[in-house]
Nanobody, 114 residues
Framework: QVQLVESGGGLVQPGGSLRLSCAASGIIFSSYDMGWYRQAPGKQRELVASITSGGTTNYADSVKGRFTISRDAAKNAVYLQMNSLKPEDTAVYYC????????WGQGTQVTVSS
């Protein structure tokens, strides 16, 4: 059974930082491309950042220079370091694993507000 469990969300002031974690189980982690998506109220889910099985990263233009995605094969985990957070980053953040099909976590809420 595949499980992706996100953690690390919360309430943070503008300009602050958060680190999201996603623990994966039930997959051969090293073979999967991993990603973080987000969905704000009334908006479609969008890609935030991705990292391939080989370590190549990709970022949405809106987060370039502020967010960093990384993965740890020893822990079967993927992370999203978010710095200089803005109110428009407020959303539910979802972990994604993809190879022949996509798997999703349940999401973690990130709220950026003063």
């Amino acid at each position: 059974q595949v499980q992706l469990v996100e953690s690390g969300g919360g309430l943070v002031q503008p300009g602050g930082s958060l680190r999201l974690s996603c623990a994966a189980s039930g997959i051969i982690f090293s073979s999967y491309d991993m990603g973080w998506y987000r969905q704000a109220p009334g908006k479609q889910r969008e890609l935030v950042a991705s990292i391939t099985s080989g370590g190549t990263t990709n970022y949405a233009d809106s987060v370039k220079g502020r967010f960093t995605i990384s993965r740890d094969a020893a822990k079967n985990a993927v992370y999203l370091q978010m710095n200089s957070l803005k109110p428009e980053d407020t959303a539910v953040y979802y972990c994604n694993a993809h190879r022949f099909r996509a798997y999703w976590g349940q999401g973690t809420q990130v709220t950026v507000s003063s």
